[in-house]
């Protein structure tokens, strides 16, 4: 059956950073899921595992968000679904965000500028390169000619999409004003731009210093890593200066008050 790497460390990265942010709201949660619930939850994770091997398909995002949300459905019930939707939903976002390049026309203009950007930024460090449309080409230190091409998918307009959706859509919690939500996602979509371009100068830097094999598997993971990076920064930094402070748990989801520390 296989599993989707790439989709699977993204998803686990994904919910790491949302746990990190609101873990003091899950500690506060008091339900716990029922012998059906437990029940329930299982089967959905089986059922899943069990379409996939009858398909004979991997584990993407979609399999991943199912698992997710019957692993809550254990440990916490359904009725705490309400608290948990904004990871949820990135999941489906993410799915979005990188089903977009199959309907979208290709950016030859943007793939174009990224590439003569790359070129300047290299050769203004002693690199020499030279661009040919979305076309680079480069001689690594071993002697090796290298023509790396800035695709569509390289743009990172899915996944400015995904990421720019998703530095913001936890705010989303905390119900801002829209005078303030404005220039929240400007900053979140801004952000996943920026990071893209940074993205792209590593993966050429890695392929100049460290060799083929390393600037693919940069070219795979590294954006991931930087993205996931800019989003903890820009909530850090949002939820610091830009949002006034709210209580850590939903008050919609049921918790015990013996368990709340009155300050």
């Given amino acids: 059956m296989g599993l989707d790497y790439q989709y699977f460390f993204i998803t686990v990265l994904v919910l790491f950073a949302w746990f990190l ?3 003091e709201g899950v500690k ?5 899921g029922s012998r059906p619930e437990i029940i329930f939850g299982a089967f959905v994770i089986v059922a899943d595992y ?4 009858i398909r004979g398909s991997s584990v993407g995002i979609l399999d991943l968000l199912v698992m997710f949300l019957g692993t809550v459905i254990i440990f916490y019930g359904v009725k705490t679904l309400r608290f948990f939707w904004v990871p949820a939903t990135y999941g489906a976002v993410l799915l979005l965000g990188y089903q977009i390049e199959a309907y979208t026309p ?3 203009a943007l793939q174009d500028w990224l590439a003569g950007l790359m070129v300047s930024a290299v050769n203004a460090i002693g690199i020499a390169a030279i661009a040919s449309g979305h076309l680079v080409s480069m001689r690594i230190p071993d002697g090796t000619f290298l023509q790396l091409d800035v695709a569509s998918s390289c743009t990172g307009l899915q996944g400015i999409l995904a ?3 998703l530095s913001t859509m936890a705010l989303l919690d905390s119900r801002p004003k829209v005078s303030r939500l404005i220039p929240i996602f400007v900053i979140g979509f801004a952000g996943a731009f920026l990071i893209n371009i940074v993205r792209l100068l590593v993966v050429f830097l890695t392929f100049e210093y460290l060799g083929v094999d390393a600037g693919i598997t940069m070219h795979v ?3 991931y890593i930087v993205f996931i990076a800019w989003v903890l920064v820009f909530w850090a930094i949002v939820f610091k200066y830009l949002l006034p402070t709210k209580p850590a748990i939903s008050p ?10 009155l300050s």
Avoid at 252 to 261: G, L
């Fill in 221 to 223: 993971y590294f954006g």
């Fill in 50 to 53: 069990a379409l996939n091997a």
């Fill in 21 to 23: 942010l609101k873990w």
């Fill in 163 to 165: 990421f720019g959706l």
């Fill in 252 to 261: 919609q989801v049921p918790v015990s008050p013996a368990s709340i520390a």
């Fill in 28 to 32: 506060l949660i008091s339900m716990r």
């Fill in 106 to 108: 290709n950016y030859a």
